[in-house]
């Protein structure tokens, strides 16, 4: 079964610093989808990136990028000159096969002024 | 224009009352999602139906139905609301495949008294 595990339940940082969050998973399937979801207080879930584990590269949305470690089934996001409308909850989650995502328990992301 | 929307927004009850949730994709999509948000922010997917096929069905209990009379559509019909029901309720869609992304809705907070 696959599981997804955030270790940081919640983070600070200031504002125009680069923050990094974690993720591990856990898959028995070599074909995989990887993603980051981010959650205002507005409740929207909103796609931040993406990664497919057959691409070595990892992918990159301006200020935010992943940092993909297949062996280590590692999946962190990193945050450049962070700002304060990155303030959200950040879900990873994984998909394989049968469509459903899979999410880790969530990371509160606080950008301080 | 709105890519998933969902209806009402918000949703406050008894316990023991039988409520629904529309939502509609204006996406193309062929696959729709029912993912439920618990208090600690867990999210876990209930149901998917590929071209009005149900396709997942976690261990949800019976009183939630989900129904699809169109490719655009997936409602969520709960009978007997329990206090335990509450939560906020999101809706996705997505082409159908791993690797296609889920889209979300703007999630129904519904609270059971």
């Known amino acids: 079964a696959q599981t997804v595990t955030q270790s940081q339940p919640e983070m600070s940082v200031q504002e125009a610093e680069t923050v990094t969050l974690s993720c591990t998973y856990d898959t028995s399937e070599n074909n995989y989808y990887l993603f980051w979801y981010k959650q205002p207080p507005s409740r929207q879930m909103i796609l931040v990136i993406r990664?497919?584990?057959?691409?070595?590269q990892n992918a990159t949305e301006n200020r935010f990028s992943v940092n993909f470690q297949k062996a280590a089934k590692s999946f962190s996001l990193k945050i450049s000159d962070s700002q304060l409308g990155d303030t959200a909850m950040y879900f990873c989650a994984s998909i394989q096969g049968a469509q459903k995502l899979v999410f880790g328990q969530g990371t509160r992301l606080t950008i301080n002024p | 224009d709105t890519a998933v929307s969902q209806t009402p927004k918000y949703l406050v009850t008894q316990m023991g009352n039988d409520k629904s949730i529309k939502c509609e994709q204006n996406l193309g999509h062929d696959t729709m999602y029912w993912y439920k948000q618990d208090s600690k922010k867990f999210l876990k997917i209930m149901f998917s139906y590929n071209n009005k096929e149900l396709i997942i069905n976690e261990t949800v209990p019976n009183r939630f139905s989900p129904k699809s009379p169109d490719k655009a559509h997936l409602n969520l019909h709960i009978n007997s609301l329990e206090l335990g029901d509450s939560a906020v309720y999101f809706c996705?869609?997505?082409?159908?495949?791993?690797?296609?992304?889920?889209?979300f809705g703007p999630g129904t907070r519904l609270l059971v008294l």
């Open positions: 990664q497919e584990a057959y691409k070595q």
């Open positions: 996705a869609s997505s082409q159908s495949g791993a690797r296609e992304t889920q889209y």
